[in-house]
């Protein structure tokens, strides 16, 4: 597409191209510059700062906390497609007072944001006599409610974007309503979705972050804890970093899967406006 | 019978520790009372801290002198640790037993409510407030509010400098509280632990943090080239250990154990915050 | 009720500070994300790397850590002294500008070829049939997305919560010093953020129908 919006470039274009280029690399190399200048400045790089992190110790503490994360993300990615598929049925179904909470359900647990969702269960449950909610039911509920929601949604998306004549053509054969459901619409609707269901599930795995907040011992729980050791030199940054590498990587591959299939489908995410649309409304 | 000879060892190595440091004239804590003539009858928690075979223990971890990790080794240390200590192996557990649980102060009361712990010691403040939540055993400390600045900042030397200034603390806190009722002029910034303030005050975010005393005492002694405290104390905070609400025999058995504790306390105290100079006696105990 | 009429204050000044937060942030994710999004589409190619590579970078980092990394490492680096709530701005802003980057491609990707065909024909240049010809059609296939986008970014301002702002996200911690159940607190703050966001997808609907018709 984005070649159809400027010509194929002349030798002056080509020149002009080159120059705006360079601007472009200098100012970036600069801003990288300048950030590494800061830390190297106020002594971010200095072994001090970065003993604690070759503590073998320390190692097995952040392995662990990797191991939270990804537990957290985990169980609260199956749960959230168990909650999305069973909330769709609601959501479609021709009874109204089943489709019409189910409605109500979604709509509430979107608008609500994921960290308040967290804190009614750590911090409004227990009080009422729920006290087996520990920061780990906390963030995997938290994300679980949100992420199932915006899934219903999301495999609603998908079946709406499947041509009427699939199901029409199922009914005439003398499919049941759940028969359609099941055999014709949503494995379609899924195989269209995945792209867009592995990047809300990216955002379920950024969101394990948010549990730092409501003490749930991860990666970023870590980094606070590391970051004011005074015996070691406070090294906050150093511990971001490394913690940041972590998450990113995670992230990245996750993404990269997400990329994968849907070069795989080729069916990009964009095709379907209302899908990313609830995508990046959760993000 | 192991399980015997793993108590005598840490009876012995924790006798050999504190004897080492102290010149051999203390007595060690809870080796006194032999685990086994425990009788504690009517508690909850301790029931349920026999049917689990570990007390879970919430604790601070980021209080130099109090409650404090070393994020290299793993090994927590401080007077609070070693109060916990001794009440567990009043109870009954020895140090192998214990499950430390790191909590910030703004969920201590849930951390109770909810049962994630049986008992929580860290500058934990006794409060009316608070007994509506959970109940109390000790105090076993007095302190008071105290003020930490930079080293070489002058223009604070007591609380009727704050005017202007912002001071942090910990969210969910006395102290921060304090602040916010009396001192309107002050502006305030919050986190959920006291070592985030430190940083926020050394890195000039913030200019002082309050809390208790005995708590910037541990930062300062720990970073004096950079910390300092200011002022004398200028409220009262009784801390006592947390308990779940209703559990009167506990609370009794851990009201006796240091009211009947002889010395133990005062070794204790000299092991770790004493080591600062300053002299304290244990405060009597305040059974309600 | 008397939960939330006893402490209006903290409520008022919380959801104003959330407000407030949200609005500057939005503001800058969108200059922000119009240049990245420009970028990304450019013909020159090293703004198209740079572009694409602050994009997925930024994506597929937890908006908790670049706050965190805003709130607790900015502060070491020896730089103008910042308050939190603008370091929260910040980490809000750089995070949803790649949000709002995409959202402006996948608009610009909706105009119909011909759209820039014919524009190139009559000789336009890339700026001119950006401005003139496409981005007035993208932008109107942009704005119900792009309140998605800012949907998001009013939800997420409830993390700064964690690193000393005191917006609406905040209200639990100061109300539990005043002896407050955390839960009536909360479910307060959740109905008032579930009104705020009604507000906006009311808006996101009467534009959504509104340019229907324009079209």
Known sequence: ?283 | MRKKLSLLATAATAALLLAGCAGGDTTDPGSSDAPAEVTLTGSPTYDAMVEADTVRIGVKEDQPGLGFLDAGTGERSGFDIEIAKWVAESLGFSDDKIEYIAIPSANRESAIVNGDIDYYVGTYSITDKRKEQIDFAGPYFITGQGILVAADDDSITSENDLAGKTVCSATGSTPIQNIKDNYPDTETEEFDTYSQCVEALKDGQVDAVTTDQAILLGYASQDSENLKVVGEPFSVENYGVGLPKGDDALRGFINDMFTDGNDTWQSIYDETLGQSGTAVEQPAVDAY | MDTLLNNLDVFVDGFALTIQVFLWSALFALILGTVVGAMRVSPVAPMRAVGTGYVNLVRNTPLTLLMFFFAFGYPKLDLPSVSYTTLAIFALSLYSATYVAETLRAGINTVPLGQAEAARAIGLTFGQSMSQVLMPQAFRAVIPPMMSVFIALLKNTTVAAGFSVAEAGAIRATLSERGEPAIIVLLWVALLFVLLVAILSFVQRKLENGLKVLR
């Open chain 1, 1 to 283: 597409m984005s070649n159809v919006l400027f010509d194929a470039p002349g030798p002056r274009a080509r020149v002009r191209h080159r120059y705006i280029g360079a601007i472009t690399l200098v100012a970036v190399v600069a801003i990288f510059a300048f950030i590494l200048l800061r830390f190297v400045e106020t002594g971010q790089f200095t072994a001090e700062k970065w003993e604690l992190f070759t503590i073998p110790f320390v190692h097995a503490k952040i392995l662990e906390a990797t191991i939270a994360t990804l537990q957290a993300f985990g169980l609260a990615a199956v749960l959230s497609l168990i909650l999305g598929l069973l909330l769709l049925v609601g959501r479609v179904s021709k009874h109204r007072w089943i489709s019409v909470p189910t409605y109500l359900f979604v709509e509430l647990f979107r608008a609500i944001p994921l960290l308040i969702l967290m804190m009614i269960m750590y911090y409004g449950l227990p009080p009422l006599g729920f006290s087996f909610v520990t920061p780990f039911i906390a963030v995997v509920t938290g994300l679980t409610l949100y992420n199932g929601s915006v899934l219903s949604e999301v495999f609603r998306a998908g079946i709406e974007s499947l041509p009427k004549g699939q199901a029409e053509a199922a009914y005439a054969i003398g499919m049941s309503k759940t028969q359609v459901m099941r055999m014709i619409l949503l494995p379609q609707a899924l195989r269209a979705m995945a792209p867009v269901i592995v990047s809300q599930l990216v955002v379920v795995l950024k969101d394990t972050a948010l549990g730092f907040i409501v003490t749930y011992q991860e990666l970023l729980y870590l980094a606070k804890f590391y970051g004011a050791q005074p015996n070691y030199g406070s090294p906050i940054i150093p511990s971001t970093i490394v913690m940041a590498a972590i998450y990113i990587s995670l992230c990245l591959l996750l993404a990269g899967v997400a990329k994968y299939i849907e070069v795989r489908t080729k069916r990009g995410p964009a095709k379907n406006i209302r899908a990313q649309q609830l995508v990046n409304e959760a993000a």
